[in-house]
């Protein structure tokens, strides 16, 4: 069974620009959580999506935006990149909502802002 | 609001030591569940335990085994006999148990460095 895949595994780019990042899924899961991870910070929530719909979303600003389609994959969207956006992001599936189904995380898409 | 803390952040053992990593948390609901996830150099967490807050059995699984004691709200990993595969950074994490919300709040990571 393919685990969880992320698209692209790394990223460049330079202040002000946009940036979308892919996640699909292990197949049959429909609930993707993704989460920022920085030396400083940590590891961070930022939102989770369960058949299209965001169920939950953490405590960052509007320029970080998310959607899940139909077929469960899903994009986290950046927009007016900042310096401190340099991170690795981390995309996990899990096969329904609630922690009783645990998360399976992907490699990650480091994206380094410029 | 909910917190995790892994007060030790680099450990430095010889293969074949035992080694434990410690994970206290802080939570409000009276049930949740407790993760450990450990994440090598290639950037993927790799899921290693759930256990939620009205089971407080120790589990073992090979070399590995956690000790849940909710009297002191802890959640500890040892890792017996290491070796130098074990190497990796290893995150604690918690999340409510009931509904719909998934949310995991992690602590900051143990780095464990393996010395053959």
């Known amino acids: 069974k393919a685990g969880v895949t992320q698209t692209p595994r790394y990223l460049i780019k330079t202040r002000g620009q946009q940036v979308t990042l892919s996640c699909s899924p292990i197949?049959?899961?429909?609930?993707v959580s993704w989460y920022q991870q920085t030396p400083g910070q940590g590891l961070q929530f930022l939102f989770e999506?369960?058949?299209?719909?965001?169920?939950n979303k953490g405590n960052f600003p509007g320029r970080f935006s998310g959607r899940q389609f139909s077929n469960s994959r899903s994009e986290m969207n950046v927009s007016t990149l900042e310096l401190g956006d340099s991170a690795l992001y981390l995309c996990?599936?899990?096969?329904?909502?609630?922690?009783?189904?645990?998360?399976?995380f992907g490699d990650g898409t480091r994206l380094s802002i410029l | 609001a909910q917190k995790v803390t892994q007060a030790q952040t680099e450990i430095s053992v010889v293969e074949k030591e035992d080694v434990t990593l410690d994970c206290v948390y802080e939570t409000r609901d009276t049930t949740y569940y407790l993760f450990w996830y450990k994440q090598p150099p290639s950037g993927e967490l790799v899921f290693l335990i759930r256990r939620n807050s009205f089971d407080e059995q120790n589990e073992i699984s090979g070399r590995y085994s956690w000790n849940f004691q909710k009297s002191t709200s802890s959640f500890n990993f040892t890792i017996t006999a290491s070796q130098v595969v074990d190497s990796a950074v290893y995150f604690c994490?918690?999340?409510?148990?009931?509904?719909?919300?998934?949310?995991?709040?992690f602590g900051k990571g143990i780095t464990l460095s393996v010395r053959p």
């Open positions: 996990a599936s899990s096969a329904g909502q609630g922690a009783d189904q645990p998360q399976h």
């Open positions: 994490a918690l999340s409510p148990y009931t509904g719909a919300n998934s949310k995991l709040t």
């Open positions: 999506y369960f058949s299209e719909t965001q169920r």
């Open positions: 197949s049959g899961h429909r609930s």
